[in-house]
């Protein structure tokens, strides 16, 4: 014999209902088969909440049942369209009317006892088996249906109650043995106790119902079917990419089950395990698919760790105290507490201190724990041995399970550096000896974000998804964004990186979605996409905390810089070409490196000198590797030296300017180029990189530009640059009457930075620096004689987005 279980979702409606039957009719014709229900999807909630909603003295529980009545009448009259239906149809509406008579009694004495309920809820298993014993009869199957409270039997604790196996193994037996179909239709979840009384096994509980026949009855198979195709290694709601699990042992799949799978209910595989019988998870809407084999021993090549899990709403207890040190009872004493109050313990972690213990339970047990033990330790807590239990809700448990684990060492290494490199905070962990599972407690707004992680780190085909948020979409912005949309499939195949932005945002618009922004309609989706704050948009990369998350700032506003600290410490990595960051007060640039370290995220900025030339990373490699910077000179302004390669007194100063500002060499105002101060702060960084406590105020810097040009906007600084085309004319004709050039060199020595217009004769490192191009020499103790130099085009969208890119790889990397 068979024993197959048909879940909520298989009966949901009369479109499923005739697949179940399909199922049923498929599978009978081989072999004897005993077929459990669930009742329809959304059933056994709806009752819950009628019987709720009448203990609150309030009479919507009649619309509720009504509700109800009306979803099984309709699905039966689709299940019966000739007409055949009449005696379910009688049974629904006279069940109905009973259970508005218990639900008005119940609205009288305001108060639902959990006999009731479970007397309520006998409804939905009952109408919903019924309905498929009558198709199959109608369709000429004959078969027989069983009310199961008549052979399961239970004690009288209702909601969860316990099975008493002897009387229900040999009542199963009895009926089966007297019984001369081999067709046999059963509601799953109900069961009664001594006094005949209705009861329930636990929400979930038919996978259960089925498991007691199948043992009692020594089935070949016991089949669960439901509306996925399988176990898988995660919950399919949480992951996207779950596989399916071909083969598992039954400790495995009890294990993933205890710990939230909630594909099948806890207790269900402990009857079968115990009898040898095979577990198959198969799909109602999708019969071919294989589905989960669940057997002593598995033959599937699976990797080290099989799936993994979580619970929601648990509260952690700690109890703690000096006066537990070293004496035995403690831990024996706050067990029996919480067993004699019937709290569930999930989880146990005590330190080797044994200076606390720490107790995961239910959340919904919180109150009663806490309570209880309070009271169980009132003599040693009013006497200050140990503290109050302190009790803190809002955790999850998460699990990983293999059998596999065993012989792997690093299993747990790995899934903690994951964790911690997103900024995951572990609050506990328990592994048991058995080494099958590795359990730990975190907060539950982490848990999603967990177990996709550890799903990629441990299930994916070694690709990372990283998730990218970009503030600032102008000229760098939309470059970056067009090399993201060119480059996104190379970067996968290469470098196994999944790289999707997921967040925009200029100064007035947000766009945010966590599935992917489109990058072919961004401009559009962006521009219609409501108004919001930087604020807001950083706000939200927090809340949605996705894993591997980078915040990219392409703008040069310090609102933005403002919002690093917070997302640093929930370990957003950042990658800056805005400079005002680490050019910032010392002390601001220096802990935003430190909160960068002390959680795990990266905080880039490549491009604050020499746009995408590879200038602060060497600078850092020759330090990490033990050199020493003595001294830096610097073409650094790709704006300066544009200008002053291309002016020639051919055409006014002012000219050459607006050249280089309309072919976007310069920042929105050129003055902050032309001053020095974005050269200034370019080497104020580089020193500090290379290791000096240094401010802005202190990097010397001669000016050039007459203080009239300072004065208004940026179109009174082109007018005034004309009215002093003379003093431009006079710096040039001096450089050249000795024969050289005019150059903005910026410098570092000795822990002095300058900057400033310098003429430099035909010999000089940087008189053939041309165009847009920077240079940087580095003399270092290795390269004391010729320097190290970078040299390239040092200013342009392509080439910054280019470095911003480098940097986004280099942080998703690490
Ligand atoms: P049924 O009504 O058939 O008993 P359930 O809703 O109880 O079905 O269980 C099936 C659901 O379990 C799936 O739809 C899925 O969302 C969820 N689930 C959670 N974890 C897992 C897992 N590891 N593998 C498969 N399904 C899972
Ligand atoms: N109908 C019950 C529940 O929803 C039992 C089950 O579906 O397994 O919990
Ligand atoms: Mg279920």
């Given at each position: 014999?068979?024993?197959?279980?048909?879940?909520?979702?298989?009966?949901g409606?009369?479109?499923?209902?005739?697949?179940?039957?399909?199922?049923?009719?498929?599978?009978?014709?081989?072999?004897?088969?005993?077929?459990?229900?669930?009742?329809?999807?959304?059933?056994t909630?709806?009752?819950?909440?009628?019987?709720?909603?009448?203990?609150?003295?309030?009479?919507?529980?009649?619309?509720?049942?009504?509700?109800?009545?009306?979803n099984?009448?309709?699905t039966?009259?689709r299940?019966?369209?000739?007409?055949?239906?009449?005696?379910?149809?009688?049974?629904?509406?006279?069940?109905?009317?009973?259970?508005?008579?218990?639900?008005?009694?119940?609205?009288l004495?305001?108060?639902?006892?959990?006999?009731?309920?479970?007397?309520?809820?006998?409804?939905?298993?009952i109408?919903?088996s019924?309905?498929?014993?009558?198709?199959?009869?109608?369709?000429?199957?004959?078969?027989?249906?069983?009310?199961?409270?008549?052979?399961?039997?239970?004690?009288?604790?209702?909601?969860?109650?316990?099975?008493?196996?002897?009387?229900?193994?040999?009542?199963?037996?009895d009926?089966?043995?007297?019984?001369?179909?081999?067709?046999?239709?059963?509601?799953?979840?109900?069961?009664?106790?001594?006094?005949?009384?209705?009861?329930?096994?636990?929400?979930?509980?038919?996978?259960?119902?089925?498991?007691?026949?199948?043992?009692?009855?020594?089935?070949?198979?016991?089949?669960?079917w439901?509306?996925?195709?399988?176990?898988?290694?995660?919950?399919?709601?949480?992951?996207?990419n779950?596989?399916e699990?071909?083969?598992?042992?039954?400790?495995?799949?009890?294990?993933?089950s205890?710990?939230?799978?909630?594909?099948?209910?806890?207790?269900?595989?402990?009857p079968?395990?115990?009898?040898?019988?095979?577990?198959?998870v198969?799909?109602?809407?999708?019969?071919?698919?294989?589905?989960?084999?669940?057997?002593?021993?598995?033959?599937?090549?699976?990797?080290?760790?099989?799936?993994?899990?979580?619970?929601?709403?648990?509260?952690?207890?700690?109890?703690?105290?000096?006066?537990?040190?070293?004496?035995?009872?403690?831990?024996?004493?706050?067990?029996?507490?919480l067993?004699?109050?019937?709290?569930?313990?999930?989880?146990?972690?005590?330190?080797?201190?044994?200076?606390?213990?720490?107790?995961?339970?239910?959340?919904?047990?919180?109150?009663?724990?806490?309570?209880?033990?309070?009271?169980?330790?009132?003599?040693?807590?009013?006497?200050?041995?140990?503290?109050?239990?302190?009790?803190?809700?809002?955790?999850?448990?998460?699990?990983?399970?293999?059998?596999?684990?065993?012989?792997?060492?690093?299993v747990?290494?790995?899934?903690?550096?994951?964790l911690?490199?997103?900024?995951?905070?572990?609050?506990?962990?328990?592994?048991?000896?058995?080494?099958?599972n590795?359990?730990?407690?975190?907060?539950?707004?982490?848990?999603?974000?967990?177990?996709?992680?550890?799903?990629?780190?441990?299930?994916?085909?070694?690709?990372k998804?990283?998730?990218?948020?970009?503030?600032?979409?102008?000229?760098?912005?939309?470059?970056?964004?067009?090399?993201?949309?060119?480059?996104?499939?190379?970067?996968?195949?290469?470098?196994?990186?999944?790289?999707?932005?997921?967040?925009?945002?200029?100064?007035?618009?947000?766009?945010?979605?966590?599935?992917?922004?489109?990058?072919?309609?961004?401009?559009?989706?962006?521009?219609t996409?409501?108004?919001?704050?930087?604020?807001?948009?950083?706000?939200?990369?927090?809340?949605?905390?996705?894993?591997?998350?980078?915040?990219?700032?392409?703008?040069?506003?310090?609102d933005?810089?403002?919002?690093?600290?917070?997302?640093?410490?929930?370990s957003?990595?950042i990658?800056?070409?805005?400079k005002?960051?680490?050019s910032?007060?010392?002390?601001?640039?220096?802990?935003?490196?430190?909160?960068?370290?002390?959680?795990?995220?990266?905080?880039?900025?490549?491009?604050?000198?020499?746009?995408?030339?590879?200038?602060?990373?060497?600078?850092?490699?020759?330090?990490?590797?033990?050199?020493?910077?003595?001294?830096?000179?610097?073409?650094l302004?790709g704006?300066?030296?544009?200008?002053?390669?291309?002016?020639?007194?051919?055409?006014?100063?002012?000219?050459?300017?607006?050249?280089a500002?309309?072919?976007?060499?310069?920042?929105?105002?050129?003055?902050l180029?032309?001053?020095?101060?974005?050269?200034?702060?370019?080497?104020?960084?580089l020193?500090?990189?290379?290791?000096?406590?240094?401010?802005?105020d202190?990097?010397?810097?001669?000016?050039?530009?007459?203080?009239?040009?300072?004065?208004?906007?940026?179109?009174?600084?082109?007018?005034?640059?004309?009215?002093?085309?003379?003093?431009?004319?006079?710096?040039?004709?001096?450089?050249?009457?000795r024969?050289?050039?005019?150059?903005?060199?910026?410098?570092?020595?000795?822990?002095?930075?300058?900057?400033?217009?310098?003429?430099?004769?035909?010999?000089?490192?940087?008189?053939?620096?041309?165009?847009?191009?920077?240079?940087?020499?580095?003399?270092t103790?290795?390269?004391?004689?010729?320097?190290?130099?970078?040299?390239?085009?040092?200013?342009?969208?392509?080439?910054?987005?280019?470095?911003?890119?480098?940097?986004?790889?280099?942080?998703?990397?690490?």
């Amino acid at each position: 014999m068979k024993v197959l279980k048909f879940g909520g979702s298989s009966v949901g409606s009369a479109e499923t209902i005739l697949k179940v039957i399909d199922i049923v009719i498929r599978e009978s014709e081989s072999t004897p088969c005993a077929v459990v229900l669930s009742a329809m999807q959304g059933t056994t909630d709806a009752l819950i909440e009628a019987g709720r909603t009448a203990e609150r003295g309030d009479d919507g529980y009649i619309e509720r049942l009504a509700n109800i009545s009306e979803n099984h009448l309709q699905t039966i009259q689709r299940l019966f369209p000739d007409g055949d239906s009449l005696p379910i149809s009688d049974f629904v509406e006279s069940t109905i009317k009973e259970l508005e008579n218990l639900c008005e009694g119940v609205r009288l004495v305001r108060e639902l006892s959990a006999k009731t309920l479970d007397r309520i809820l006998s409804f939905g298993e009952i109408v919903s088996s019924k309905m498929v014993a009558a198709k199959l009869a109608e369709l000429g199957h004959d078969n027989e249906w069983k009310d199961s409270r008549l052979l399961i039997r239970t004690n009288s604790n209702h909601g969860f109650a316990v099975v008493d196996f002897d009387e229900t193994n040999k009542r199963i037996n009895d009926y089966l043995g007297g019984s001369k179909t081999s067709l046999h239709i059963l509601p799953g979840f109900i069961a009664s106790d001594s006094a005949g009384y209705t009861t329930t096994l636990g929400r979930g509980g038919s996978d259960y119902t089925a498991a007691i026949i199948a043992a009692a009855a020594d089935a070949e198979m016991l089949e669960i079917w439901t509306d996925v195709s399988g176990m898988m290694t995660a919950d399919p709601r949480f992951v996207k990419n779950v596989k399916e699990i071909s083969h598992i042992t039954y400790r495995e799949a009890m294990e993933l089950s205890h710990f939230g799978a909630k594909v099948i209910y806890p207790p269900t595989i402990q009857p079968v395990m115990a009898k040898g019988i095979p577990v198959l998870v198969k799909n109602t809407f999708s019969p071919d698919d294989a589905g989960t084999l669940i057997e002593a021993t598995s033959s599937g090549t699976a990797g080290i760790i099989r799936g993994i899990t979580s619970i929601d709403k648990i509260t952690v207890l700690n109890l703690e105290g000096g006066g537990m040190v070293g004496i035995p009872g403690f831990s024996k004493r706050l067990f029996d507490a919480l067993s004699r109050a019937e709290i569930n313990v999930i989880l146990i972690t005590q330190s080797s201190s044994e200076h606390s213990i720490c107790v995961a339970i239910e959340e919904r047990s919180a109150e009663k724990a806490k309570r209880v033990v309070d009271e169980e330790f009132a003599y040693e807590i009013s006497v200050g041995k140990i503290d109050p239990l302190k009790v803190e809700s809002g955790f999850s448990i998460l699990a990983l399970v293999g059998d596999n684990m065993r012989e792997h060492t690093g299993v747990s290494g790995k899934m903690f550096t994951t964790l911690g490199q997103n900024g995951i905070n572990i609050h506990a962990i328990a592994q048991g000896s058995s080494e099958r599972n590795i359990s730990a407690i975190i907060a539950s707004r982490d848990v999603r974000k967990a177990v996709n992680t550890l799903h990629e780190e441990f299930f994916s085909d070694g690709s990372k998804q990283i998730n990218i948020y970009i503030a600032g979409v102008g000229t760098v912005g939309s470059r970056l964004l067009d090399q993201l949309a060119r480059q996104h499939d190379h970067v996968l195949d290469d470098m196994r990186l999944n790289l999707r932005v997921v967040g925009l945002a200029n100064s007035r618009r947000n766009l945010i979605s966590e599935d992917g922004v489109d990058l072919a309609t961004y401009i559009h989706e962006l521009e219609t996409a409501d108004d919001a704050t930087v604020e807001q948009f950083t706000d939200q990369i927090i809340y949605n905390n996705l894993r591997n998350s980078i915040f990219v700032d392409v703008t040069a506003s310090p609102d933005v810089v403002a919002a690093y600290p917070k997302l640093l410490k929930k370990s957003v990595s950042i990658i800056a070409c805005n400079k005002v960051a680490a050019s910032a007060r010392y002390d601001d640039y220096r802990s935003l490196k430190d909160l960068a370290r002390e959680y795990g995220a990266n905080f880039f900025f490549e491009t604050n000198v020499g746009a995408g030339l590879p200038i602060i990373h060497t600078l850092g490699d020759l330090l990490r590797s033990g050199d020493r910077v003595r001294r830096i000179e610097a073409v650094l302004s790709g704006t300066l030296n544009f200008v002053f390669n291309n002016y020639d007194g051919s055409r006014p100063f002012a000219d050459v300017v607006r050249q280089a500002q309309d072919e976007g060499y310069t920042e929105p105002d050129p003055r902050l180029d032309l001053t020095g101060t974005d050269v200034a702060r370019k080497i104020l960084i580089l020193a500090r990189e290379a290791g000096n406590v240094i401010e802005m105020d202190e990097v010397e810097n001669r000016p050039f530009l007459p203080t009239s040009c300072l004065e208004g906007s940026v179109e009174d600084f082109y007018r005034e640059m004309s009215v002093q085309e003379a003093h431009f004319r006079t710096l040039l004709d001096n450089a050249a009457s000795r024969g050289e050039k005019l150059k903005y060199i910026a410098s570092y020595d000795d822990g002095q930075a300058r900057v400033g217009l310098e003429s430099i004769g035909p010999d000089h490192n940087f008189a053939n620096l041309s165009g847009k191009d920077n240079a940087v020499l580095f003399y270092t103790d290795r390269y004391s004689e010729q320097p190290l130099v970078i040299k390239g085009a040092g200013a342009g969208a392509d080439v910054t987005a280019a470095g911003v890119f480098a940097d986004m790889i280099r942080a998703a990397r690490s």
